[in-house]
């Protein structure tokens, strides 16, 4: 019995040992591939760790400069704006040439307008921005630009919006299309009460307006802050601002607006959020060619594009 047990141990190791001659040059491909990956990951550990000091400081220089500009535009500009607690359309004047001026005469007069104040290529550092969004942290800034032009699309939008707004109550009344900041004229301020229904009607209140009565029969109204948006008699003023809201709210419900910033306003507390996670990270992702690395290439930069889709 003995005998054959040890027969049969021996057959066994035998044809191991076969098995491992017929595949030798498999195995030792194997052992290869995993000394070459140890190496390789081994070597990577110790050139990070030499390069510990450039990475922390590229980090700090990405934090200061990219990340915590970015996040401040997004929590101080566009939260507020988005929520109807800041303008960003404002009342400007841009001065305009004259035709068959006469001598002595001005040779340029003054138009209001309404232009955007709400910049949000203002939140992107340079350089330092695209170069973090390619070889660090590409989800988060690809989130964060994706928004950006969301914002500025919404502001375009509504600036056409409240110019058309403008027109069709200037069209409204008899009273002069100007500002009443500039002397004591009877006047409408279209445009800027367009700025001041926009607001109001994103933050779902009533314009926050005031109205004073100068002399008999005279009426001005102003916002908060004193600026006033018309002055003049007392029933046509009544008259135009009950005109110039109707124009505003039947505007706002046609363009779509109102949907447009409740969906951007949750986007941006969203990316608000993603952003502020890179202030509290220690880990620099990815090599680059400020701390010893090379700069990746265009089709390795379109390769990363395609792995994040």
Same mark, same amino acid.
């Given at each position: 019995?003995g005998?054959?047990?040890?027969?049969?141990?021996?057959h066994?190791? !035998?044809?191991? +040992?076969?098995?491992? $001659?017929? @595949?030798? *040059?498999?195995?030792v491909?194997?052992?290869?591939?995993? @000394?070459?990956? %140890?190496?390789?990951?081994?070597?990577?550990? %110790?050139?990070?760790?030499?390069? =510990?000091?450039?990475?922390?400081?590229?980090?700090?220089?990405?934090?200061?400069?990219?990340?915590?500009? %970015?996040?401040?535009?997004?929590? #101080?500009?566009?939260?507020?704006?988005?929520?109807?607690?800041?303008?960003? +359309?404002?009342?400007?004047s841009?001065?305009? #040439?004259?035709? $068959?001026?006469?001598?002595?005469?001005?040779?340029?007069?003054? &138009?209001?307008?309404?232009?955007?104040? +709400?910049?949000?290529?203002?939140a992107?550092?340079?350089?330092?921005?695209?170069?973090? &969004?390619?070889?660090?942290?590409? &989800?988060?800034?690809?989130?964060?630009?994706?928004?950006?032009?969301?914002?500025?699309?919404?502001? !375009?939008? !509504?600036?056409?919006?409240?110019?058309?707004?403008?027109?069709?109550?200037?069209?409204?009344?008899? +009273?002069?299309?100007?500002?009443?900041?500039?002397?004591? $004229?009877?006047?409408?301020?279209?445009?800027?009460?367009?700025?001041?229904?926009?607001?109001?009607?994103?933050?779902?209140?009533?314009?926050? /307006?005031?109205?004073?009565?100068?002399?008999?029969?005279?009426?001005?109204?102003?916002?908060?802050?004193? =600026?006033?948006?018309?002055?003049g008699?007392?029933?046509?003023?009544?008259?135009? @601002?009950?005109?110039?809201?109707?124009?505003?709210?039947?505007?706002?419900?046609?363009?779509?607006?109102?949907?447009?910033?409740?969906?951007?306003?949750?986007?941006?507390?969203?990316? !608000?959020?993603?952003?502020?996670? /890179? *202030?509290?990270? @220690?880990? /620099?992702?990815?090599?680059?060619?400020?701390?010893?690395?090379? *700069?990746?290439?265009?089709?390795?930069?379109l390769w990363?594009?395609?792995m994040?889709?």
């Amino acid at each position: 019995m003995g005998y054959k047990v040890w027969f049969l141990m021996v057959h066994q190791f !035998s044809g191991f +040992l076969d098995l491992l $001659n017929r @595949y030798s *040059n498999i195995l030792v491909a194997l052992a290869t591939l995993v @000394y070459v990956v %140890l190496t390789y990951r081994m070597l990577r550990a %110790l050139r990070r760790e030499s390069t =510990r000091e450039l990475r922390l400081r590229h980090l700090q220089d990405i934090k200061e400069k990219v990340v915590q500009p %970015l996040h401040d535009w997004i929590n #101080q500009s566009a939260v507020p704006a988005l929520r109807g607690g800041a303008n960003f +359309l404002v009342v400007t004047s841009r001065p305009f #040439q004259r035709q $068959n001026v006469a001598l002595g005469e001005p040779a340029y007069d003054c &138009k209001l307008g309404l232009e955007v104040s +709400l910049h949000p290529r203002d939140a992107i550092g340079g350089h330092l921005f695209w170069h973090t &969004k390619q070889s660090h942290f590409p &989800k988060e800034l690809d989130a964060a630009e994706h928004l950006l032009e969301e914002i500025e699309k919404l502001t !375009s939008d !509504s600036l056409s919006v409240a110019r058309q707004w403008a027109d069709e109550m200037a069209k409204a009344t008899p +009273l002069l299309r100007g500002s009443g900041t500039v002397g004591t $004229n009877e006047c409408a301020d279209s445009d800027f009460l367009a700025t001041v229904c926009l607001t109001s009607l994103i933050a779902n209140r009533e314009p926050d /307006l005031r109205v004073q009565v100068l002399v008999h029969g005279a009426l001005e109204i102003s916002d908060s802050g004193g =600026r006033p948006v018309a002055r003049g008699a007392t029933d046509t003023v009544r008259a135009w @601002y009950s005109s110039a809201k109707k124009i505003a709210a039947e505007g706002w419900q046609a363009s779509g607006l109102g949907e447009r910033v409740q969906d951007l306003l949750r986007e941006t507390i969203l990316v !608000s959020e993603l952003v502020s996670r /890179l *202030n509290l990270t @220690y880990d /620099l992702r990815g090599d680059c060619e400020y701390i010893g690395g090379r *700069n990746p290439g265009r089709i390795k930069r379109l390769w990363r594009r395609l792995m994040r889709r």
